[in-house]
């Protein structure tokens, strides 16, 4: 979307006094694409994309005293600490870039973190909204596209491919920046079965936590393109229900 066309709709929606600031929380088992759509809906939301996982890579890869601390977690696929997930996030949400809203990838994860994110919004960004989108798909899918993802390295871009489903034009290279293609280290089968497990424990709570605030959308992302327009259709939707009281 260019610049003129986000202005002229900021300035519509002002008119129409619609302007919401929103945390959409995008929940959903490794896999489900919540990186590809989240970095998707950012661009045409103008919001910013924040992700715990590439959030702790980054610290991981700068061997920082946060990255030694949590390299083993990550490693294993077990989830990093509640209380160093929440300082790292709440450090975050109180940057500049993150003033109109964000797109939240990979947090909240367990319920005690979505208590966090709650009360810190309410203490610092009273009017904000929180909606959930939850990006369901079953179990063997996800093992098939997580096995067989691949990450462009160069940071800026960080676009996602899948060996199988949308393999790269030329093996190992990114067809947007030329970046080298590399596998993550923690998407091995035996890492995600146990990432997968550990979503499973968790994500009963934290759906249940969004549900009862009526913002929590569910869809099973088969096509990203028709996921992204379902997506905004709904946020439309659940804007004009906040506008109208
Ligand atoms: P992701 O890139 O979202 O798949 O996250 C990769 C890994 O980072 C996870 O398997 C966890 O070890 C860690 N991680 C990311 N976000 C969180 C979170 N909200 N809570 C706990 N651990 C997290």
Known sequence: MSIEIKIYNKIKLMRLGVVITMYIVMLGAPGTGKGTIGKILSQDLDLTHISTGDIFRDQISRETELGKKIKSYMESGALVPDD????????????????????????????????ALKNFLKENKPNAKRVAIELDVPDD???????????????????????ETKPPKKEGICDICGGELKKRDDDNRETVTKRLAIYRQNSKDLVDFYRKNNALYTIYPKDVDVAVKDIKKFLEEYKKGISQG
């Not at 929440?86 to 964000?102: C, F, P, S, Y």
């Not at 098939?144 to 940071?155: A, D, G, P, W």
């Open 84 to 115: 160093v997930v929440i300082e790292t996030v709440k450090t975050r949400l109180l940057e500049k870039d993150v003033e109109n809203g964000a797109i939240l990838d990979g947090f909240p994860r367990t319920a005690m973190q979505a208590e």
């Open 141 to 163: 899918e996800i093992i098939r596209r997580v096995v067989n993802r691949l990450i462009c390295s160069n940071k800026s871009c960080g676009a996602i491919y899948n060996k």
